[in-house]
C-alpha cells in the first residue's frame, strides 16, 4: 500500500482529478484503519512485550517501534487533512501533502525494516510454538487482505477491492 501511495502521489491526479483524490483518500483511511488501528495495537500490546522479556538487548528497538506506533497514528491523520487541504485549496497545498507523504513512507518503510530485519529474526530464535501460536490466534482476527495469509475481513476486501479496481494502471486495475 505504501508503494502504491508514493506512485500515485508521483503520478499526480492527470487529467482525473477525482479518482486521484478518491483513491489516495481511500489508500489513507486502510491505513489508518488497519495497520494503525488493528495491527500496530496487537504488536504493542502481545508481540513486543513476549520479545522484550525474552530478548532484553532489543528494547532500545522496541521502544522506538512504540514511539513509531504512537507517531505513526497522528502522522496519518495529518496526512489525510493535508489531502484534503489539497484537494479543496487547490495547488498552492499540493508541495506540503507531497513532502509530507514522502517523509511518512519513508518513516513507515524503517519502521517495516526494523521489525523484519530485528526483532523478527530475534522473535523467531526466542520465542516459544506456545507464544507464536498464541500471536498467530490474535494476528488472524486482523484477516488483512493484503497478506493472503488469513480468510479476509469483508470490510477489508472490499475496501482493498475497491482502491484496486479504481487507482490507475499499473497501480491498480482502472483503465486495464
Known amino acids: ?42 504488536e504493542s500490546e502481545l508481540l513486543f512485550p513476549r520479545i522484550a522479556q525474552a530478548v532484553p538487548a532489543v528494547l532500545p528497538t522496541l521502544q522506538r517501534l512504540e514511539r513509531d506506533h504512537h507517531d505513526g497514528q497522528k502522522a496519518v491523520r495529518e496526512l489525510q487533512n493535508l489531502l484534503l487541504a489539497w484537494e479543496l485549496l487547490g495547488e498552492p497545498r499540493k508541495p506540503v501533502f ?21 526483532i523478527l529474526p530475534e522473535a523467531e530464535k526466542a520465542l516459544s510454538e506456545a507464544d507464536w501460536k498464541a500471536l498467530d490466534a490474535a494476528f488472524e482476527k486482523n484477516c488483512d487482505p493484503l497478506t493472503g495469509k488469513y480468510p479476509p475481513n469483508p470490510a477489508y476486501d472490499r475496501l482493498f477491492t475497491r482502491i484496486v479496481m479504481t487507482a490507475p494502471a499499473p497501480i491498480g486495475l482502472c483503465g486495464r
Do not use: N
Not at 502504491?4 to 483511511?29: H, I, K, N
Not at 518513516?107 to 530485528?118: A, C
Open 1 to 42: 500500500m505504501l508503494k502504491s501511495l508514493r506512485m500515485m502521489v508521483e503520478r499526480g491526479p492527470g487529467d482525473r482529478p477525482q479518482q486521484f483524490f478518491d483513491v489516495l483518500r481511500a489508500m489513507l483511511f486502510y491505513i489508518d484503519e488497519f495497520p494503525e488501528r488493528l495491527h500496530h495495537p496487537k
Open 98 to 118: 507531497e513532502a509530507q507523504c514522502k517523509r511518512y513512507v519513508e518513516f513507515y518503510l524503517e519502521h517495516m525494516r526494523l521489525e523484519e530485519t530485528v
